[in-house]
């Protein structure tokens, strides 16, 4: 499974560029905010730092305004994935740009069925909200993921499924277990992946071995 981190934080990038194990970003408006800067200017410096597919997010709105800002992106640098909103105009817009050979992510998806219509749309990419879902129906977050994975190898779609929405560690477990492609984490969970207690307790045994 690939790790994406979900953030637009340029520092937490920076530093976690230098671990070697993150494929790709994503981004969205609330997290772009949380930066400050243009998203234009954001995701520029961003395709300075990691060499993959970076997801930027359109505003939602008719087709032809999404396909016309998803175009600015793309013409940004040739890792951009264009993040579409889960709707009708969205679909459409993700019709159009899969044929011009635009790569799109299509997020807050919440059921097979959105997820569907958007692998049939030619998405490159579909988000489910793994941690939004278990808010309103906690456990039922991977069900989801493990549907859409399931869904899309039956059929045939070449559409990837990128867990979004992830909480916590075990989020990142499920996600795994349930065979979905990408992971996309924030860069605190990233962080907590790397830990267990007792591997610091057993450093600790170590080192006390050592001094004697
Ligand atoms: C996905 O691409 C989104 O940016 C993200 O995972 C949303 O997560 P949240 O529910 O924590 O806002």
């Known amino acids: ?11 937490e990038i920076k530093e976690v560029s230098e671990w070697g194990i993150i494929d790709g970003v994503t981004t969205n408006p609330s997290l772009i905010a949380k930066n400050g800067g243009t998203l234009l200017e954001v995701i520029q410096e961003i395709t300075k730092l ?37 709707t009708l105009e969205g679909i459409k817009a993700v019709k159009v ?51 859409i994975v399931t869904l899309f190898s039956m059929y045939g779609f070449d559409t990837k499924v990128i867990a979004a929405s992830i909480r916590n560690v075990e989020h990142v477990h499920q996600a795994a277990m349930a065979g979905s492609d990408i ?4 860069f605190k969970v990233l962080k907590e992946m790397l830990t267990h207690p007792l591997t610091t307790k057993g450093l600790q045994i170590f080192a006390d071995a050592a001094k004697k």
């Open 97 to 147: 740009l899969s044929k011009e050979g635009i790569k799109t992510n299509v997020t807050l998806v919440f059921n097979t069925t959105q997820a569907l219509a958007a692998a049939k749309a030619g998405a490159t990419y579909v988000s489910p909200f793994m941690g939004r879902l278990d808010d309103i129906t906690p456990g039922t977050g991977v069900f989801l993921v493990e549907d």
């Open 183 to 186: 992971a996309t984490i924030p």
């Open 50 to 86: 990691i060499d993959g597919p970076i997801s930027a997010e359109v505003k939602e709105g008719l087709a032809k305004d999404m396909i016309n800002e998803a175009k600015i992106y793309a013409k940004l640098h040739k890792n951009i994935v264009v993040k579409i909103p889960m």
């Open 1 to 11: 499974m690939k790790f994406f981190i979900d953030t637009a934080i340029i520092d």
